[in-house]
């Protein structure tokens, strides 16, 4: 039994939706920055918790993406706009429909990346989110 399978053709994951990209992205994001702070920290549970909340709520990340763009290639732009331009019903509660469409575009970027096994370039950008 593989644990995740990740679709290696690229043309097979752009026939995804976007949202399915920031479902996955929202999973690796999450994974990325809990281990991330568990390897920069002895802080327990909790703490971790209300520190991982200041990067993965959708303002956080709607400004991660602002900050970031221009490093973008124009595939993953493409990608961005994507995600951002699909039609989601639900915003959350502590968020603004602006902030949230950026956030969603931010986590199909994420999950694009993840799902065609693009590792090096996914990590240079998580890399960029902490930086």
């Known amino acids: 039994m593989e644990f995740i399978k990740r679709n290696k053709d690229i043309s097979e994951a752009k ?19 809990r281990t991330h ?3 920069n920290s002895n802080a327990k549970p909790h703490k971790l918790h209300i520190e991982s909340i200041k990067y993965v709520k959708a303002k956080a ?12 290639t124009e ?9 951002r331009n699909t039609e989601n019903h639900h915003v959350a509660k502590n968020s603004n429909v602006a902030d949230y469409s950026q956030s969603t575009a931010f986590e199909a970027l994420i999950g694009y990346l993840y799902l065609t096994e693009q590792d090096e370039r996914l990590e240079e950008i998580l890399n ?3 930086d």
Do not use: H
């Not at 990340?61 to 973008?72: E, F, S």
């Open 15 to 33: 026939l995804l939706s976007p949202l399915v990209w920031a479902y996955v992205g929202d999973s690796v994001y999450e994974l990325f920055i």
């Open 37 to 39: 702070l568990i390897n």
């Open 61 to 72: 990340q709607a400004d991660i993406l602002k900050r970031i763009t221009d490093k973008l």
């Open 75 to 83: 595939d993953e732009k493409d990608v961005v706009r994507r995600g």
């Open 128 to 130: 960029m989110c902490i």
